[in-house]
């Protein structure tokens, strides 16, 4: 062990003991500070970094919250399947498959209905419920929707 100290080595329990000097602190804060201001601009300023955007997919306009969140739960869905498909195992198990089962069955059906749906007033009882449905399903499903 104190040949460990010899060669600079430091295990966990003397970690917390080491003293560090006053111009690695400076030096870590400065790289922090520089790391942090860059990631500061790519989340606002580059698309593919603006994770906290979710598209909806609605041309601009008013519409109501529960069209909001309709469109933008199914297009992340679309997004997912599209971005997962073939990259992840999901036949590992019985959880993951019936995850999956939902992804699909819910982007296959956004897919033909999200032209037409909420477009119409009228819009039918039953095709309201087919998409609480699957709606329910993806959210039942969360705990495993993840990119690799």
């Known amino acids: 062990m104190s040949d460990m100290k010899d060669t600079g080595y430091v295990t966990w329990g003397e970690f917390d003991a080491r003293k560090i000097r006053w111009y690695e602190r400076l030096w870590w804060r400065a790289c922090r500070a520089c790391k942090d201001t860059q990631w500061w601009f790519r989340h606002r300023f580059e698309p593919r970094h603006r994770y906290h955007f979710v598209s909806t997919g609605m041309p601009p306009g008013y519409y109501d919250p529960d069209l909001r969140l ?35 069955g819910a982007a296959e059906w956004w897919v033909t209905h999200k032209g037409t749906l909420f477009d119409d007033p009228r819009t039918e009882e039953a095709e309201w419920r087919e998409a609480e449905e699957h709606m329910m399903a993806v959210i039942e499903n969360l705990r495993v929707m993840w990119y690799p």
């Open 70 to 104: 309709i469109h933008a739960l199914f297009n992340e869905t679309s997004r997912f399947v599209e971005r997962t498909r073939g990259v992840v195992a999901w036949d590992a198990d019985e959880g993951h498959s019936e995850a999956w089962r939902a992804f699909t």
